[in-house]
């Protein structure tokens, strides 16, 4: 099973700055299946990106993807308001398809 | 654009089985394209996969519940459901489903990310 490791749990930042977070595969994924999701509360994940970089539809251009093997990054340019929600990457590789624990991202 | 809404019972007695039921609107379950996916999240273990089932009726789940789940398709309804048995309080969660677009891999389907989700829904375990 391959599990992955979301760092940091709580990141602060201003907005307008930049944020990146972090998702550790524990083994090498072959084909880049790796998504990303944001989650407000009270609200289902909505997708933001898959395959490691492609961004989903409707998605703002200051959300992108990279990565391979086993270290993925999201980062998202430009801080806005709404952008302070739990990240949580995904992995379709090999089942069981398994999530990250999480990064709030939260407003310093 | 597809929509997905989860319903069933929000209490569940421990021992007994949860059974919730995902609507698909927009969009038909019929299609080769897409399978649907269960995903449920609590406090204690985030974010788990339960299961998928593909337009054909063929079903994947995770071994960690394999042995209590079952997950049907409707066709007719365009709907799936889930039924998990033998409950206890650590099934307590939020319940979502969602699609999964397929893909072709070297002469196999694939399943992949889920897009979109429906809100999800609470279901408590407790006597």
């Known amino acids: 099973e391959i599990v992955l490791t979301q760092s940091p749990g709580i990141l602060s930042v201003s907005p307008g700055e930049r944020a990146t977070l972090s998702c550790r595969a524990s083994?090498?994924?072959?084909?880049?299946?790796l998504s990303w999701y944001q989650q407000k509360p009270g609200q289902a994940p909505r997708l933001l990106i898959y395959d490691a970089s492609s961004r989903a539809t409707g998605i703002p251009d200051r959300f992108s993807g990279s990565g391979s093997g086993t270290d993925f990054t999201l980062t998202i340019s430009g801080l806005e308001p709404e952008d302070f929600a739990v990240y949580y990457c995904?992995?379709?590789?090999?089942?069981?398809?398994?999530f990250g624990q999480g990064t709030k991202l939260e407003i310093k | 654009q597809v929509q997905l809404q989860e319903s069933g019972p929000g209490l569940v007695k421990p021992s007994e089985t949860l059974s919730l039921t995902c609507n698909v609107s927009?969009?038909?379950?019929?299609?080769?394209?897409?399978?649907w996916g269960w995903i449920r999240q609590s406090p204690g273990k985030g974010l788990e996969w339960i299961g998928s089932i593909y337009y054909s009726g063929s079903t994947y789940y995770n071994p960690s519940l394999k042995s209590r789940v079952t997950i049907s398709g409707d066709a007719s309804h365009n709907q799936f459901s889930l039924k998990l048995n033998s409950v206890t309080a650590a099934d307590t969660a939020v319940y979502y489903c969602?699609?999964?677009?397929?893909?072709?891999?070297?002469?196999?389907?694939?399943?992949?990310?889920?897009?979109?989700w429906g809100q999800g829904t609470l279901v408590t375990v407790s006597s």
């Open positions: 927009g969009g038909s379950m019929s299609s080769s394209a897409y399978y």
């Open positions: 995904q992995q379709y590789a090999a089942s069981p398809y398994s």
């Open positions: 083994q090498t994924m072959s084909g880049n299946y």
């Open positions: 969602a699609r999964q677009p397929m893909t072709m891999v070297r002469g196999a389907t694939r399943m992949n990310w889920f897009d979109p």
